[in-house]
């Protein structure tokens, strides 16, 4: 019977091999230190830049939620007159606007109003009304899609046909006030609904009367 012995060998690498796998380790980590230390801090750059940055911003690096312009189409749905007439339902009621936001929470607005109402005795007849108007505005911003704003300033309405009988209403100084609240719908248009107030007084004696109205609707807001 022969007796076969089995010899471990144990491969042990020559000092050749070990300065070689050194200096190949050494290499790349090298490699890997000149090229990953520029873009580590690159994204580290752009981490830290969006998170200083608010949510949502429109201008790449100024800030800005909301454009600086927006121009409105507004339908007023339900409206009642502060004089003698009907309310009016949809349709005869509507406004163009304007506004600029120097900053996202202030801004100015320009609107121009036209009203219609019928008589309170002979509904074939109208009486119809315009308004000028230039409001300081304030936003609520809630850093969603949705924004709340209040305005207030002055403006001046014209009752260019068929003012009521036994009244003088001719042109005059109003208080506008409004409060909208609005949800973004793409990146330059919003749907906004809310409330539009003109108040004032006409004439004198016997014939004066309290002018325009208390308005309820929704418009578009486009922003550029």
Known sequence: MRITLITKVKFLPSRLQLRAGAWAALISLSTLALLGGPMFQKAHAQNASAATEPAGSVFEGVGRRYPSLHVGLDFMVLSTPHYSANRAVFGSQDSFWGEYWPWDAFGFKSMYASQKYPDLSNASLNHATTTLALLGKYRFDTSSDWHFTVGGGFGSSDHDRNPPASTDLKATSVLVTEMRAGVKTTEFLWL???????????GSGSSAARVGSTSYGFGLNFGF
Do not use: T
């Open 192 to 202: 906004e609904g809310g409330v539009l107030v003109l108040d004032g007084h006409s």
